[in-house]
T-cell receptor
Framework: SQTIHQWPATLVQPVGSPLSLECTVE??????LYWYRQAAGRGLQLLFY??????ISSEVPQNLSASRPQDRQFILSSKKLLLSDSGFYLC????????????FGSGTRLTVV | GQNIDQPTEMTATEGAIVQINCTYQ??????LFWYQQHAGEAPTFLSY????GLEEKGRFSSFLSRSKGYSYLLLKELQMKDSASYLC??????????FGKGTTLSVSS
């Protein structure tokens, strides 16, 4: 069966520190992968998506970046965090049945202090 | 531009029926999704509509009118555990979903 793993679950980081969030998918190959952020009072905002290794599309210009070093691995990074980067970060996978939409990872609650 | 609107909050009582509306304006349309999200958790899939009409799945139903850019999620026989946020999302021309801000539903006894 297909599963999606995301870690860490919670993170408290100081302003200006780096960030690395990891997402991996099991039980499938060449998945479409997505990073979303959910800030307080706002909807899910698409940050990046990837259709394959090394292929990254950015939806929102900001101080975040994404990489896909392996087929089933998707990483969200920042060199210097801002207060406005706080939020709930979700990795999502589009399964074979596109009528099902996404399967989400469990999310990372990031607080920048 | 892309715009998806849904009410911010709704309240209802146990056993009642509630309808959560969603209107959308997107550059393309390739399906509309409803997700449920409990506080602090990831969203989970509820329903999918790509053709006009009603899709029923147990206590939950979802309706779509493409010509009106309108959908609703109908929840019957409300239970306390239905207290959550309900997210409307549209897939436009690609595979990525565009989400509304969500409707927080509070169910009281």
């Amino acid at each position: 069966s297909q599963t999606i793993h995301q870690w860490p679950a919670t993170l408290v980081q100081p302003v200006g520190s780096p960030l690395s969030l990891e997402c991996t998918v099991e039980g499938t190959s060449n998945p479409n992968l997505y990073w979303y952020r959910q800030a307080a009072g706002r909807g899910l905002q698409l940050l990046f998506y990837s259709v394959g290794i090394g292929q990254i599309s950015s939806e929102v210009p900001q101080n975040l970046s994404a990489s896909r070093p392996q087929d089933r691995q998707f990483i969200l990074s920042s060199k210097k965090l801002l207060l406005s980067d706080s939020g709930f970060y979700l990795c999502a996978w589009m399964g074979y049945d596109k009528n099902y939409g996404y399967t989400f990872g469990s999310g990372t609650r990031l607080t920048v202090v | 531009g892309q715009n998806i609107d849904q009410p911010t909050e709704m309240t209802a009582t146990e056993g009642a029926i509630v309808q959560i509306n969603c209107t959308y304006q997107t550059s393309g349309f390739n399906g509309l999704f409803w997700y449920q999200q409990h506080a602090g958790e990831a969203p989970t899939f509820l329903s999918y509509n790509v053709l006009d009409g009603l899709e029923e799945k147990g206590r939950f139903s979802s309706f779509l009118s493409r010509s009106k850019g309108y959908s609703y999620l109908l929840l019957k026989e409300l239970q306390m555990k239905d207290s959550a946020s309900y997210l409307c999302a549209v897939r436009d021309l690609g595979t990525a979903l565009i989400f509304g801000k969500g409707t927080t539903l509070s169910v009281s006894s």
